[in-house]
């Protein structure tokens, strides 16, 4: 059997080892969370974000807003591009007169128009040739046409801002004023850029930059809304295209430090005011793009735009709003991936990014996020660990399912209400990884554990019970523990006269044959078997588990054991008879003995009673006798009384019941009669009613019932004995057992 001092210290170093190891499986985890620079994590959370932006779309606001598109109708009719600027020229004065409130340019001029005829006449005259043309060649400068045209409309030019190249980029148009931290102190550095040659940027209202910083996986999710750019600060395209159309004159940069801003401790950006709009940044000025796909933005062809039975139309689609010049033909697409859709023409984003600071719905990533998903996973792991440390397999699966069920909830409940990105991944990874590694390590010492059990218990308990205990070891009190135990001692009548008549072997046999099925029965009936004592059989009921009803369990099974000694006896010459006992109290149950060698087993008076009760049922020629403990847990059963008896060792008398059968027979009539008359018999003796009992008796007599033959004989000649000696007041007809 199992060591009290084995059994605790296994306890405590399984749990050790437990925290031991759930515990470096999650800060290891979180470690390298932590630190490593980009994980697989990482990308696992923006494609969450992602799923997000797909489950739940953000819905169009309806901003002023029109994408004029080179497309391959456009290119069909005024040729390849490029065009030549004066083309362009022609588009931006019609858009202009078309009453636009801005027109931004998805796209960088950054050479002269190799097809303006000043720059042929050049190379004319150098190869040679003798030309008349007029002295006003700035005429026919196509760059020119197109700045003369940018300046006769409100137009933000576009710029590309680059870490891959140190070209230098134009002065910005706007200008920058800034509460809290200068952001030029914060705010990532970029080297140069790609932008348009200087009469056009000079001529335009407006300089924005429209390139897309994309994601590791090339993805565009955040767009830089301010870049620090070789010393200055420029807006992005949408936000200059919105300073234009408001007629602002300058942006406003919130920093941490500012009024009403928490100051961290370290410089931030956390919004830009953009005339009368405000967007709310993250601290490195980005914005996470919230797209709606744009269902209803007014895309049109440039070839349109010249089409005059289109005028009314035209007319009611441009004027106040927004257009942004893009390009989706063959060969000039300008794609990009987004969360919604795997290619997008860029100027769309900008339109959606138009739509949704106008609209002001933003996506936040709050800079707590980080350290609430880290502390996040750090409780839900440690909760895991004690789960797994202390419940069972399927209860610890259950609960890390609901741990990562629970960490998506919150997530997805975060965006879904606040637009709030708390990223799931790292709490349900981190809960699933340490699951992942406890849980083999706990079955694996369960199952060692298991083993043992099924070994030390499986020769005195039922196979089902076995399996129980060894499913929760720590039903198991080794140490010793008090509980409420129903108690059985049997007994073979006669067995030691009947052993001097046989030989070695054929006792042998003999014992087992009789032991065998009575145990069967009793491992059957849940009972846990204590000793068997030569042809005496020690078990008791409910340790080390807990068994229902474990009264009425002893007793079926004692009725069992001598139904079962009936089939055994036919056949034989000289029948066997058994005495059972029972009894239910308190007892002090565990592993009994020294350090060295000891059994599980059950000490205390209520096994010395059960004992004792055994031994009665020789005195009184009945099969099973009970104490009152037992009938009342039980008492749907056929029992009749039998005496109260002070037996050796105590010295408050006991009620002692003998059981006759199962609830069947406890309805049979013939046993309703027996019990009225043998009640009547048992309430006369102790009241001292000789004609009563003399009268209950002779009904008995007449009954005959050769169970209780000698029960009855008993009572004759105790009726015989006080007819000669009549009760006095003292009497209360107790019996004193004179033996055990």
């Known amino acids: 059997m199992i060591s009290p001092r084995n059994r605790a210290s296994g306890e405590r170093r399984k749990g050790y080892v437990i925290w031991a190891v759930g515990l470096l499986t999650l800060l290891v985890g979180l470690s390298v969370s932590a630190f490593s620079p980009v994980t697989i994590l990482d990308r696992l959370t923006v494609l969450v974000f992602d799923g997000y932006q797909r489950a739940l779309p953000r819905e169009q606001a309806g901003a002023p807003v029109v994408v004029v598109d080179i497309d391959e109708a456009a290119i069909a009719q005024f040729g390849q591009w490029p065009w030549p600027r004066t083309m362009l020229a022609r588009m931006v004065d019609r858009l202009g007169a078309l009453g636009a409130a801005n027109i931004a340019f998805d796209m960088v001029f950054p050479e002269p128009d190799r097809t303006s005829l000043n720059r042929i006449v050049e190379e004319l005259k150098r190869s040679g040739t003798e030309l008349a043309l007029p002295e006003a060649l700035a005429d026919l400068d196509n760059d020119r046409v197109l700045a003369e045209a940018f300046a006769r409309n409100k137009v933000t030019a576009g710029i590309a801002i680059s870490n891959e190249t140190d070209g230098a980029l134009g002065p910005p148009k706007a200008g920058f004023s800034f509460a809290g931290a200068d952001p030029k102190s914060f705010l990532p550095p970029y080297r140069g850029g790609v932008t348009n040659i200087a009469p056009l940027d000079a001529a335009a209202a407006g300089i924005g930059f429209f390139s897309f910083p994309p994601g590791r996986d090339g993805i565009v999710r955040e767009l830089p809304i301010v870049a620090n750019a070789q010393g200055a600060l420029y807006p992005a395209l949408a936000a200059e295209a919105l300073r234009l159309a408001q007629g602002a004159g300058s942006y406003i940069v919130r920093s941490t430090g500012a009024s009403g801003e928490i ?9 830009l005011k ?37 005028e009314a139309r035209l007319a009611a689609a441009i004027a106040g709003h927004i257009v942004l010049v893009g390009t989706s033909a063959v060969g000039l697409r300008d794609l990009v991936a987004t969360p919604i859709a795997a290619s997008m023409p860029g100027v769309m984003v900008h339109a959606e990014i138009i739509d949704q600071i106008m609209g002001e719905t933003f996506l936040s990533r709050p800079d707590w996020a980080e350290g609430a998903e880290t502390l996040t ?17 399927l209860i610890s699966s259950a609960i890390t399912v609901g741990l990562v069920v629970s960490a998506l909830a919150i997530s997805w409940i975060a965006f879904e209400r606040a637009r709030l990105l708390i990223d799931p991944v790292l709490p349900a990874i981190t809960v699933a990884t340490v699951f992942a590694v406890t849980m083999p390590l706990l079955l694996l010492i369960t199952n060692r554990e298991k083993l043992f059990v099924r070994d030390a218990f499986k020769r005195y308990l039922a196979p089902t019970l076995v399996e129980r205990l060894a499913d929760n070891p720590q039903a198991l009190e080794l140490g010793g523990e008090e509980r409420e135990l129903t108690v059985l001692f049997s007994d073979i009548r006669g067995f030691t006269a009947l052993s001097e008549n046989l030989t070695p072997s054929e006792l042998t046999t003999l014992l087992n044959t009789i032991l065998t099925p009575m145990t069967d029965i009793l491992l059957r009936g849940e009972a846990m078997i204590d000793k068997y004592i030569g042809d005496a059989i020690m078990a008791f009921w409910n340790a080390p588990l807990e068994i229902s009803d474990h009264r009425r369990k002893a007793c079926l099974a004692a009725l069992a054991m001598v139904e079962e000694l009936g089939a055994l006896n036919r056949g034989r010459d000289e029948p066997l008879r058994i005495g059972i006992g029972l009894n239910t109290g308190p007892c002090c149950v565990g592993n009994l003995g020294s350090t060295k060698r000891f059994s599980y087993s059950a000490i205390g008076d209520s096994v010395n009673v059960a004992s004792r009760i055994e031994g009665l049922t020789k005195t009184y020629g009945v099969s099973i006798l009970v104490s009152e403990s037992v009938r009342e847990g039980a008492e749907d059963l056929a ?31 013939a046993f309703l009669a027996l019990s009225a008359a043998h009640s009547r018999m048992i309430r006369a003796y102790r009241a001292g009613d000789l004609a009563g009992l003399e009268a209950a008796l002779a009904e008995l007599t007449r009954l005959n019932v050769p169970e209780l033959a000698k029960l009855h004989q008993i009572y004759r000649e105790r009726y015989s004995e006080l007819w000669e000696s009549p009760p006095g007041d003292g009497w209360d007809g107790v019996t004193v057992a004179r033996e055990k």
């Open 263 to 271: 100051d961290s401790g370290r410089a931030a950006m956390t919004a």
């Open 377 to 393: 996973a750090f409780v839900l792991g440690v909760l895991l660990i004690v789960t797994v440390r202390r419940a069972g397999a």
């Open 274 to 310: 953009d005339g009368g709009l405000e967007i709310p940044t993250g601290p490195l000025g980005t914005i996470w793009i919230y797209y709606s796909g744009m269902p209803d933005l007014p895309v049109m062809s440039a070839a349109a735009l010249f089409d005059p039975q289109e």
């Open 639 to 669: 029992f009749l009384p039998v005496d109260r008896v002070k037996v050796v060792g105590r010295a408050q008398p006991l009620p002692v019941y003998v059981l006759m059968g199962d609830a069947e027979h406890a309805r049979d009539p």
